[in-house]
């Protein structure tokens, strides 16, 4: 035996003779180009709630192979979710007692819509997909946004609070206070991103945004590049957490640039976390932003402000829910 280790040993070391280190490099790179094309699709979706969106996106992908539609019909199951009180009209109210919603899809040739504060939609995610596929602009608000969906043959959906909703409500305006609770669902969006078996990437976001805000307030999941933003030609990122952090980094975008200056998915989002750490150094301890990525080889990462963090992951080969690292 120690004869055939001498041997394979001395081989080896004829063999780092007779070739450049750069072909040695790429034959043992070879096996994880291998295993992220077994990757390929990959979806990650945004904490536990990810799970049966990404069951969702994983069917209408495999039976029509549109990656847009994927993503667009697998958030909405958690928009019709009543046991999510964060996405969709069942979720917690801003302080007025209205449920506002916000919405955006992206596909990796730069095509994008979103939908921000607006009422009675049920799907806000479908809105935002009928703003970048039938109109010229990206982004449409409020009452403008409402119009939009009748005159697309949206049926607006009675404006009541949902008994959860309700009751939640009903206790907070005992005392009228607005503080963020972390890994609550008061700012939980639900983010997905996906990579398709050709290479082509795209993503959605959509929430009901942080509980008992002030009427008006819009976050981070309909501003592209803030809560969203995808690109072919490196990768796409989602964000979830409190909108404002997200904002004050253009989070999203900000992790596709570091992927396209060649930092991995995962460095891209411990970067991304750092820098906003940083600029909201003083309210740090009652803030959770979270990030995924997914870079056009099929690599991923996911970091987050706080504990806790949890997302879904499917792919050609099972699906799993998994805990993201973090930096408090």
Request: aromatic share 6%; proline share 4%; charged share 25%.
């Amino acid at each position: 035996m120690s004869d055939r280790r001498s041997f394979i040993k001395k081989t080896l070391i004829s063999t780092s003779l007779l070739f450049p280190s750069g072909i040695l490099e790429a034959c043992a790179q070879a096996p994880k180009e291998a295993e992220r094309e077994k990757l390929k699709p990959l979806i990650l979706s945004t904490w536990d709630h990810g799970m049966p969106a990404n069951d969702k996106a994983w069917e209408v992908l495999m039976q029509t192979g549109d990656l847009v539609s994927a993503v667009e019909e697998g958030v909405k199951v958690t928009e019709l979710d009543m046991d999510n009180l964060s996405v969709g009209l069942q979720g917690l109210p801003d302080r007025e007692g209205i449920p506002t919603l916000d919405a955006s899809i992206m596909k990796g040739d730069g095509s994008c819509g979103s939908v921000a504060f607006v009422r009675q939609v049920k799907h806000p995610i479908s809105l935002a997909r009928k703003v970048m596929e039938e109109t010229p602009h990206v982004m449409l608000a409020g009452e403008g946004a409402r119009q939009f969906a009748i005159a697309q043959g949206f049926k607006m959906e009675e404006e009541v609070l949902s008994p959860k909703a309700n009751e939640m409500y009903q206790d907070w305006k005992v005392e009228s206070k607005y503080k963020p609770i972390i890994n609550i669902e008061n700012h939980d969006t639900i983010g997905m991103i996906a990579l398709g078996p050709d290479g082509k990437l795209a993503g959605s976001c959509t929430t009901s945004g942080l509980a008992f805000k002030m009427h008006g307030r819009v976050g981070d999941s309909p501003i592209i590049g803030a809560g969203l933003y995808v690109d072919d030609e490196v990768g796409a990122a989602t964000a979830t957490g409190l909108g404002e952090s997200i904002i004050r980094i253009c989070g999203s975008f900000l992790i596709v640039e570091l992927m396209r200056q060649g930092r991995s998915p995962q460095e891209a989002c411990e970067e991304a976390v750092r820098r906003l750490i940083a600029k909201n150094a003083k309210d740090i301890k009652d803030i959770q932003a979270g990030f995924l990525a997914i870079n056009k080889e099929g690599e991923y990462g996911a970091f987050a402000v706080q504990k806790g963090f949890t997302y879904a992951r499917h792919y050609n080969g099972g699906k799993d829910l998994l805990t993201a690292g973090y930096k408090m």
